[in-house]
């Protein structure tokens, strides 16, 4: 099956290790009890009480004006653009971004934007005299208008690299003169700031708006923030309403972003170095074994082993030797093991470390990985 296959689907159960994705998290049993004690109103009327304290405590942490609680990060990314970007506009975007490979042409559908995408570097930063590059002559009529850049963070198809605050720094000195505004995918943006001991504030001071996703590592079951000026903002919340986002009684979900983002021992954003720790050990210990390859695309040159000093948040990414058709039997083997990852772009496998993921799964895991190389050799 595919990128999204359900795991009952597949046949499998309760016992998988199910490391397909971060978003496979259950919610804590902090944020269980959250949900059933939530203090509710009409978030659409803007009274829902627990939504508000969720934006004022996003908007917070990242350093901007106001939030707006969305339903998913594809969301989050699409009431941006549609903030940001006429329609007509143009959209600088990495080659390798969720927005021109992962949100279904969005950009074009709903917004009636184009997309210029530019080559990440192995570190998942498009090289600035290329974002440059990029930029259309808006004086020409031929010229669709360049209306926004986009910067993902994590960049995930280079091992979920984090992008630093000094390349944003560079980058919004870079477009200045330009005045061309700049947003953060930032469905990771925790585990880049976990990875880099950095405050998450830092690494969006020079964007002008960002999303990040609840429902990955955080663990929360749905959702997704987006914060910017309260101007933007306001244009995002009409755009939500436009797509059908509007939301009611939703502070029972919201409440479980509060626990999240708390700053207590309840609270989900610490523990990702636990995650990042168990990536790395796993990236570690498959490295060894003799058929396992580097992604060989964007990161590394094409047939080179796996290097884990490339591993710096949750996910580990590799090629199997003998191609699509052993991937394919070796994901088989895994599962029957009790072991689920995916299939990833350009021949690749995925596995994403997570809450739920602890010592003794990356030893199951390990063996899996070895028996499956053993029985598909």
Same mark, same amino acid.
């Given at each position: 099956?595919?990128?999204?296959?359900?795991?009952?689907?597949? *046949?499998?159960?309760?016992?998988?290790?199910?490391?397909?994705?971060?978003?496979? @998290?259950?919610? @804590?049993?902090?944020?269980?009890?959250?949900?059933?004690?939530?203090?509710?109103? !009409?978030?659409?009327?803007?009274?829902?009480?627990?939504?508000?304290?969720?934006?004022?405590?996003?908007? =917070?942490?990242?350093? #901007?004006?106001?939030?707006?609680?969305?339903?998913?990060?594809?969301? *989050?990314?699409?009431?941006?653009?549609?903030?940001?970007?006429?329609?007509?506009? %143009?959209?600088?975007?990495?080659?390798?971004g969720h927005i021109p490979n992962d949100?279904?042409?969005?950009?074009?559908?709903?917004?009636?934007?184009?997309?210029?995408?530019?080559?990440?570097?192995?570190?998942?930063?498009?090289?600035?005299?290329?974002?440059?590059?990029?930029?259309?002559?808006?004086?020409?009529?031929?010229?669709?208008? @360049?209306?926004?850049?986009?910067?993902?963070?994590?960049?995930?198809?280079?091992?979920?690299?984090?992008?630093?605050?000094?390349?944003?720094?560079e980058l919004r000195a870079a477009l %200045?003169?330009?005045?061309?505004?700049?947003?953060?995918?930032?469905?990771?943006?925790?585990?880049?700031?976990?990875?880099? *001991?950095?405050?998450?504030?830092?690494?969006? $001071?020079?964007?002008?708006? $960002?999303?990040?996703?609840?429902?990955?590592?955080?663990?929360?079951?749905?959702?997704?923030?987006?914060?910017?000026?309260?101007?933007?903002?306001?244009?995002?919340?009409?755009?939500? #309403?436009?797509? *059908?986002?509007?939301?009611?009684?939703?502070?029972?979900?919201?409440?479980?972003?509060?626990?999240?983002?708390? =700053?207590?021992?309840?609270? /989900?954003?610490?523990?990702?170095?636990? !995650?990042?720790?168990n990536a790395r050990r796993l990236a570690? %210990?498959?490295?060894?074994?003799?058929?396992?390859?580097?992604?060989?695309?964007?990161?590394?040159?094409?047939?080179?082993?796996? !290097?884990?000093?490339?591993? /710096?948040?949750?996910?580990?990414?590799?090629?199997?030797?003998?191609? /699509?058709?052993?991937?394919?039997?070796?994901?088989?083997?895994?599962?029957?093991?009790?072991?689920?990852?995916?299939?990833?772009?350009?021949?690749?496998?995925? $596995?994403? @470390?997570?809450?739920?993921?602890?010592?003794?799964?990356?030893?199951?895991?390990?063996?899996?990985?070895?028996?499956?190389?053993? %029985?598909? $050799?």
């Amino acid at each position: 099956m595919g990128y999204g296959a359900d795991a009952a689907a597949r *046949g499998g159960g309760t016992d998988l290790i199910d490391l397909r994705s971060d978003t496979v @998290t259950h919610p @804590t049993p902090e944020m269980r009890r959250a949900m059933a004690e939530a203090e509710v109103g !009409d978030d659409v009327f803007e009274d829902d009480p627990t939504v508000a304290a969720l934006e004022r405590r996003a908007a =917070d942490l990242l350093g #901007k004006e106001a939030g707006l609680f969305v339903a998913s990060g594809t969301m *989050g990314n699409l009431v941006s653009v549609m903030a940001h970007v006429p329609r007509g506009g %143009e959209i600088v975007t990495p080659a390798e971004g969720h927005i021109p490979n992962d949100e279904a042409a969005n950009y074009a559908v709903v917004a009636g934007a184009g997309l210029r995408i530019v080559r990440e570097n192995p570190d998942g930063e498009m090289p600035i005299p290329a974002v440059l590059e990029a930029i259309q002559d808006a004086s020409d009529p031929h010229s669709a208008i @360049t209306s926004l850049v986009v910067v993902e963070n994590c960049h995930a198809h280079t091992f979920s690299r984090p992008i630093t605050p000094v390349y944003m720094r560079e980058l919004r000195a870079a477009l %200045e003169p330009h005045g061309i505004p700049i947003h953060v995918d930032g469905a990771r943006l925790f585990n880049a700031a976990v990875a880099l *001991g950095v405050p998450v504030r830092d690494l969006v $001071a020079d964007a002008d708006s $960002a999303t990040f996703c609840l429902s990955k590592g955080l663990a929360a079951p749905i959702g997704s923030v987006v914060v910017g000026s309260r101007e933007l903002i306001w244009k995002a919340r009409r755009a939500r #309403k436009l797509l *059908g986002g509007g939301m009611r009684q939703v502070g029972v979900l919201a409440a479980t972003g509060l626990v999240a983002l708390s =700053d207590g021992p309840e609270g /989900t954003i610490a523990r990702l170095a636990e !995650d990042h720790v168990n990536a790395r050990r796993l990236a570690t %210990e498959i490295a060894a074994f003799a058929d396992v390859l580097s992604p060989g695309h964007i990161a590394q040159p094409e047939g080179e082993r796996l !290097d884990p000093s490339r591993v /710096t948040t949750n996910f580990v990414l590799f090629k199997v030797a003998g191609g /699509t058709e052993r991937r394919g039997r070796f994901l088989d083997v895994l599962e029957k093991r009790g072991v689920l990852m995916v299939a990833y772009p350009h021949g690749q496998i995925r $596995a994403v @470390t997570h809450y739920g993921i602890g010592d003794e799964e990356i030893d199951t895991t390990i063996a899996a990985v070895a028996a499956a190389l053993t %029985e598909t $050799a």
